[in-house]
């Protein structure tokens, strides 16, 4: 099974910018990044596949761009201008199963997760 390693995150004020890693134990199909604000669901926020189409999620289009980390398999989540409404619990996730891409920002998509990285943008 693959094991992720998330780092980053942590707080600034609202236009500030901050970056978030995730390494994985090996290859991966697609890798991704999921938030969870306090009472809210699990959103899907960007999701990179190993041949290097990207997605993300409306509200972050233009803001958050994912790339390939330094590190062999290791994905990049570079996050400026920051909002407080991007204030929450970060997650990266990866699958090695074949997903039909359209499904790539949903949880059900990915078999291990990572154990999260606090963002907090204050206004």
């Known amino acids: 099974q693959v094991h992720l390693e998330e780092s980053g995150g942590g707080s600034v004020q609202a236009g500030g910018s901050l970056t978030l890693s995730c390494t994985a134990s090996?290859?991966?199909?697609?890798m991704g990044w999921f938030r969870q604000a306090p009472g809210k669901e699990r959103e899907g926020v960007a999701a990179?596949?190993?041949?290097?189409?990207?997605k993300y999620t409306d509200s972050v289009k233009g803001r958050f761009t994912l790339s390939q980390g330094n590190a062999k398999n290791t994905l990049t989540l570079e996050m400026t201008n920051l909002e407080p409404g991007d204030t929450a619990m970060y997650y990266c996730?990866?699958?090695?199963?074949?997903?039909?891409?359209?499904?790539?920002?949903?949880?059900?998509?990915?078999?291990?997760w990572g154990q999260g990285a606090q963002v907090t943008v204050s206004s």
């Open positions: 990179r596949r190993n041949d290097g189409i990207t």
């Open positions: 996730a990866a699958t090695s199963s074949f997903v039909l891409w359209a499904q790539s920002l949903s949880e059900g998509a990915y078999e291990v």
């Open positions: 090996r290859g991966t199909y697609i």
